[in-house]
């Protein structure tokens, strides 16, 4: 054989091999195209990663394919090769790698050319609806009916499936001036003068430097609490790469992609191709932007976690914006680090990366205490602002009504009657984590996890947290019949506590409860802006990506829940989020105070924290991840196993230690099985097996085999069971 004739194509499957297709008897075939192929009794499509002239399938078994439906590459080798290390360096199915590094359209089989025409109703359309007008051809009826209730375009996909005649339909409804079309930009460059950029400050102006100067890969964590101009030294990037006609990526976590962010960019690049990526999107949106990015119509890519994977044909600059966010780590499936994968790619493409953060990860510390990152730290900002003072309340002298010890009642009175507004978080929603029966002692527990139903109490029902198992909450005891008591606070409690004693102040509570509503977040937070709420109440969604600058108080009800955490990681994040949540207070020009209710005034971590600040904190929490062998000075992977009973999740953890051991690979230690954390949730038994080494390499080659000996284990087809690559989690 001359030429290639053979396809090694990943197709969406849980499984780590690639599979071989003859190529189509004409036309050429190149590495990044998708492919329609016969899989099974089915047909699937694939991403070809390679040709190849021979196959190790006998040759009459080989299938052929049955299309190439790219015309060009769609993902360029770059992509392919950032892929494909992925899938090795996880332990992924190199199928599903693919799979979610693609807008779901892509995957199944959109043409990747769209400009994604959409069409929606006008205000013709709409009166012409109402009025019955269109009543006598059903199909424009229907199509019309659709557009008005949509209230937003529509796609082919939305329209093909209310009438086959879909087509004629529309042309008609155009042509009477009920519907139009035009494509989905909605982000595409709006034109107009750009903001005045700011002077820099000096440790701002250093940290553009350090950034801009120069070509080529470098990595910098940039260090500064919120409000101290990370974003500005973001944009000053950004708009180096844009005069130099390069593309930049900013990677933000879930809750940090807000409309003020994206006005932000939008008012200092009028006539930029701002393109969004990210979960609250349309199928069609999403395509949409993708395709601008791969086209490079869109100098500027905004996006959640799976943006690492977009296409940049002209990449410049990559930002990852609150980079120890535990959301830049995917935690089901395909479990990456889109923070890591950022460094990666920034690697690979010899482009500056920068992370930001007020409180950087200890990973992050540790590689710039090994020369790998640059730090570039700005001081808090200068003039207004000014550290808060924090008082520790001590919970077991000052007792707590539902919640709130008397000190910090009293706080709150005082900020109040000074016109302040005051924050309170509690990352814990529902009226009470606990339903108890003082008679027998019994707790109500969901049944299909090993966890207390949480009380709602305006819905009157009990609810799990993990498997979101429901009912109506009882009032007696199931085992005894006496009555039941709710135990322990959560927001729902605190908000009615704080409307007890401070009856006539606005309040909103900012939880998920109060925000599942389309929009109601946005309004919540409008009234807190609009100084209209005096008392903010809510959990970890409040401590992200918002400013409440009128805020003079802020109250933490509970700082214990993470001074004892079963993961290593616990303090981390009980470091972070005190610190993130501080963060939003004073602000303005009013000094700020925080009121932290703890039973453990005296433990050394929170007097560390409270007297020296997250610098010396995070010196001291990785002097004792050193001494403890834990990360970033190990590296880990997590085998999880689960299963409808205890024994087939353990079996299989068994013989997977077991195979590691017999792999006699030095210097790996395996931890294990053991149950997990929570042993018991969704009905499913869960059980682990820790994989540690001291370094990446090792474990890397480690994992590799032992990977393809599990998938060959009898007992892996009994339970399901998944891998973890530098857990974020221990459970
Ligand atoms: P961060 O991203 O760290 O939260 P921002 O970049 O959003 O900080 O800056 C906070 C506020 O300060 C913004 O309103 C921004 O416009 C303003 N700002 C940033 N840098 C400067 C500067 N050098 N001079 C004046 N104002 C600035
Ligand atoms: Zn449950």
Known sequence: MTSATILRVAIDAPVMQLFDYLAPARGEVQPGQRVLVPFRQARRIGVVLALADRSGVAPGKLRRTLAVLDPEPLLDAHLLELLGWAAGYYQHPPGEVFAAALPRLLRHGRESATGAVVWQATPAGRAALLAGEAARAPAQARCLAALVDAGRPLDAGALAVLAPRWPVAMRALERRGWAERSRHDEWNAVGGSPDEPPTLTGPQAQAVAALTDGDGYRACLLQGVTGSGKTEVYLRGIARELAAGRQSLVLVPEIGLTPQLVARFRRRFPAAGIALLHSGLTDVQRLESW???????????????????????????????????????????FRYSARDLAVWRARQLAIPVVLGSATPSLES???????????????????SARRPAIHLVDLRRHVAQDGLAPPLVDAIGRHLAAGGQVLIYLNRRGYAPTLLCPACGECLECRRCDARLVLHRREARVTCHHCGATRAAPE??????????????????????????????????????????RGELERLLATVASGEARILLGTQMLTKGHDFPLVTLVGIIDADQGLFGTDFRASEKLAQTFVQVC??????????????????????????????????????????????????????????????????????????????????????RLLGPAPAPMARRAGHHRA??????????????FLADWRARLDALPEAGRTRWSLDVDPAELF
């Open 291 to 333: 395709v601008r990015a791969r086209d490079g119509r869109a100098d500027i890519v905004i996006g959640t976690r799976s943006a690492v994977f977009v296409p940049l044909p002209r990449p410049g600059l990559i930002v990852v914006d609150e980079e120890h966010d535990g959301s830049l780590k995917q935690q089901e499936g």
């Open 365 to 383: 510390l540790a590689n710039v205490d090994a020369g790998r990152y640059r730090r570039l730290l700005l001081p808090e900002r200068a003039g």
């Open 476 to 517: 007696h005891c199931p085992a005894c019949g006496g009555a039941l008591v709710a135990v322990g606070q959560g927001t729902e409690r605190l908000e009615a506590a704080l409307d007890e004693l401070f009856p006539d102040v606005a309040r909103v509570r900012i939880d998920r409860d109060t925000t599942r509503a």
């Open 583 to 668: 963060g939003r207070a004073g602000r303005g020009e009013r000094p700020g105070e925080v009121y932290l209710q703890t039973h453990f005034p005296d433990h050394p971590l929170l007097q560390l924290l409270v007297r020296e600040g997250y610098e010396r904190f995070a010196e001291a929490a990785l002097a004792e991840r050193r001494a403890a062998g834990w990360p970033p000075y190990s590296y880990l992977a997590l085998l999880r196993a689960e299963a409808a009973t205890r024994e087939p999740a353990l079996a299989f953890l068994t013989r997977a230690r077991e195979a590691g051991e017999a792999l006699g690979a030095h210097g790996v």
């Open 688 to 701: 682990q097996l820790l994989v540690e080494t001291s370094t990446r390499p090792r474990l890397q080659r």
